[in-house]
């Protein structure tokens, strides 16, 4: 591309993180970049720009060669997919903040890039504005990395602060989190950990090199937090944050997971406030490091998306350096333990998650909550089960040695309640 020419984009959505993107390139008038063409939904939509700035036909706006750089940011991912996959399909350079896209054709969108010529860049579709892609993608490309996890999702994390900082109710805290323009459309998938599950997805790519289909990653949320539940993280010392991680075993095989777990003080994780996202990478020998930022959000959103456009207009792509060195599928460590607070109305659960080492938390006249020992098979199998039933599952993340041992010394008969 000519770098003294005036670059024009086609943006595809003008919500939270398409106003975002439009507002900061409104801003900072010196950079080369000017939206030309916007596509949008909703013809009958209250707008802040004049009526003739709108275009409808997706396909027409993909098919303009007098675009320079196309960038995807609607509320569906399967439109979505549509417009980025066609956009590739004629050779184009896409910049998309769509996680789920990704995550689901990730391999897909790969091939299309290597036949036709094009270039999809899309760091803003993990943790906001934290540049955790290129990160991973470029400063660890030769560094083995042990594990990566963090606080994934803005909107959920906001609840999390709310409920726990301010005493505000969940109900309230998640509307707060939608009129802000963090949440998803469809709200759930912030809330019960689907959200992360696709950010995972996509870190594992980068940092691993190993593809992970979605449906291998197993997600729970915040949506059946109950007061019990905050309650007994509080006699604990600790808070609540919705955690998605990822490691490797020394066999090679990966832990992929999404979970809320109970956070201390000392925990990385446990300054990671409101919107904020951290992301922890375990550097085989670089060691631990925390990218903390805001994870949603129009202006950070659009910062990411703005620094795209910038690297996508220089010819910098993705070079996938791990992906490229593995060949074969990620095996999932199936048999991987982790000790896990649950609470649920039917004992069911507890034999269907295979749960062992149990200890009773407390005993309500609809519920029941307990901790044990559960393997990563285990909950992948049973986790549409428990969503199903309503209940809660957390993790104890390293720590909470008291609470495991406590549970060695009291000796419940779980099979005679
Ligand atoms: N909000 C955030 O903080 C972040 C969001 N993202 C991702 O960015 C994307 C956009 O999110 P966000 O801005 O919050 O969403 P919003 O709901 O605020 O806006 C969505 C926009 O997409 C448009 N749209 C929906 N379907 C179509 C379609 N078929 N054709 C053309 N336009 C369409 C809507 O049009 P209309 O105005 O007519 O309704 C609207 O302008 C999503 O993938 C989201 O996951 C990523 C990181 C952060
Ligand atoms: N809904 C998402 C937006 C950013 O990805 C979130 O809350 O993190």
Same mark, same amino acid.
């Not at 010529?117 to 990395?145: C, D, H, K, M, Q």
């Not at 904020?276 to 805001?294: A, D, P, W």
């Given at each position: 591309m000519d770098s003294h020419r005036l670059l024009t984009i086609g943006l595809f959505g003008f919500g939270c993180v398409g106003q975002g993107l439009y507002d900061i390139l409104a801003r900072e008038e010196s950079l080369p970049y000017k939206v030309a063409r916007i596509c949008v939904k909703d013809p009958n939509k209250l707008r802040p720009l004049p009526p003739e700035n709108f275009t409808y036909d997706w396909l027409e706006v993909v098919q303009? #060669?007098?675009?320079d750089i196309l960038v995807e940011a609607i509320s569906d991912a399967n439109e979505a997919y549509a417009i980025v996959s066609e956009a590739l399909r004629r050779g184009k350079k896409v910049v998309t903040a769509n996680k789920k896209l990704v995550a689901y054709h990730l391999p897909e969108l790969l091939a299309l890039q290597e036949e036709f010529g094009g270039t999809l860049l899309y #760091?803003?579709?993990?943790?906001?504005?934290?540049?955790?892609i290129r990160t991973v993608e470029e400063y660890f490309s030769n560094e083995p990395v042990a594990r990566v996890h963090g606080i994934l999702n803005g909107s959920s994390n906001y609840i999390l602060s709310q409920i726990f900082k301010n005493q505000k109710a969940y109900s309230e805290a998640l509307k707060e989190a939608q009129d802000k323009g963090?949440? #998803?459309?469809?709200?759930w998938l912030d809330v019960a950990g689907a959200d992360s599950r696709h950010k995972l997805c996509i870190l594992a790519a980068h940092a691993f090199g190993r593809t992970l289909a979605p449906e291998e990653v197993a997600f729970f949320g915040i949506d059946f937090l109950g007061h019990q539940d905050w309650e007994f993280a509080k006699q604990h010392d600790a808070v609540i944050k919705l955690v998605a991680s990822v490691h490797e075993t020394a066999d090679g095989e990966l832990v992929p997971l999404v979970l809320p777990s109970l956070v201390r003080a000392s925990d990385d994780l446990y300054g990671v406030e409101q919107e904020f996202n951290g992301v922890v990478v375990e550097g085989g020998y670089s060691g631990t490091q925390l990218f903390k930022g805001r994870g949603a959000g129009g202006h950070p959103t659009g910062s990411a998306v703005l620094s795209d456009i910038e690297s996508i207009s220089r010819g910098y792509r993705y070079g996938y350096k791990k992906l490229q060195r593995h060949k074969n599928a990620a095996a999932l460590a199936l048999d991987y333990e982790l000790e896990v607070y649950l609470r649920c109305p039917e004992p069911d659960l507890v034999v269907a998650l295979g749960l062992s080492n149990l200890q009773t938390v407390q005993r309500e006249a609809d519920a029941f909550s307990l901790i044990g020992t559960v393997t990563l098979g285990n909950l992948i199998k049973s986790q549409e089960q428990i969503r199903q039933a309503g209940a809660y599952i957390m993790a104890l993340s390293s720590g909470f040695e008291e609470v495991k041992e406590v549970r060695e010394k009291e000796s419940v008969a779980w099979s005679n309640a």
């Amino acid at each position: 591309m000519d770098s003294h020419r005036l670059l024009t984009i086609g943006l595809f959505g003008f919500g939270c993180v398409g106003q975002g993107l439009y507002d900061i390139l409104a801003r900072e008038e010196s950079l080369p970049y000017k939206v030309a063409r916007i596509c949008v939904k909703d013809p009958n939509k209250l707008r802040p720009l004049p009526p003739e700035n709108f275009t409808y036909d997706w396909l027409e706006v993909v098919q303009d #060669e007098h675009l320079d750089i196309l960038v995807e940011a609607i509320s569906d991912a399967n439109e979505a997919y549509a417009i980025v996959s066609e956009a590739l399909r004629r050779g184009k350079k896409v910049v998309t903040a769509n996680k789920k896209l990704v995550a689901y054709h990730l391999p897909e969108l790969l091939a299309l890039q290597e036949e036709f010529g094009g270039t999809l860049l899309y #760091e803003s579709a993990v943790a906001g504005g934290i540049p955790i892609i290129r990160t991973v993608e470029e400063y660890f490309s030769n560094e083995p990395v042990a594990r990566v996890h963090g606080i994934l999702n803005g909107s959920s994390n906001y609840i999390l602060s709310q409920i726990f900082k301010n005493q505000k109710a969940y109900s309230e805290a998640l509307k707060e989190a939608q009129d802000k323009g963090f949440a #998803e459309l469809d709200p759930w998938l912030d809330v019960a950990g689907a959200d992360s599950r696709h950010k995972l997805c996509i870190l594992a790519a980068h940092a691993f090199g190993r593809t992970l289909a979605p449906e291998e990653v197993a997600f729970f949320g915040i949506d059946f937090l109950g007061h019990q539940d905050w309650e007994f993280a509080k006699q604990h010392d600790a808070v609540i944050k919705l955690v998605a991680s990822v490691h490797e075993t020394a066999d090679g095989e990966l832990v992929p997971l999404v979970l809320p777990s109970l956070v201390r003080a000392s925990d990385d994780l446990y300054g990671v406030e409101q919107e904020f996202n951290g992301v922890v990478v375990e550097g085989g020998y670089s060691g631990t490091q925390l990218f903390k930022g805001r994870g949603a959000g129009g202006h950070p959103t659009g910062s990411a998306v703005l620094s795209d456009i910038e690297s996508i207009s220089r010819g910098y792509r993705y070079g996938y350096k791990k992906l490229q060195r593995h060949k074969n599928a990620a095996a999932l460590a199936l048999d991987y333990e982790l000790e896990v607070y649950l609470r649920c109305p039917e004992p069911d659960l507890v034999v269907a998650l295979g749960l062992s080492n149990l200890q009773t938390v407390q005993r309500e006249a609809d519920a029941f909550s307990l901790i044990g020992t559960v393997t990563l098979g285990n909950l992948i199998k049973s986790q549409e089960q428990i969503r199903q039933a309503g209940a809660y599952i957390m993790a104890l993340s390293s720590g909470f040695e008291e609470v495991k041992e406590v549970r060695e010394k009291e000796s419940v008969a779980w099979s005679n309640a």
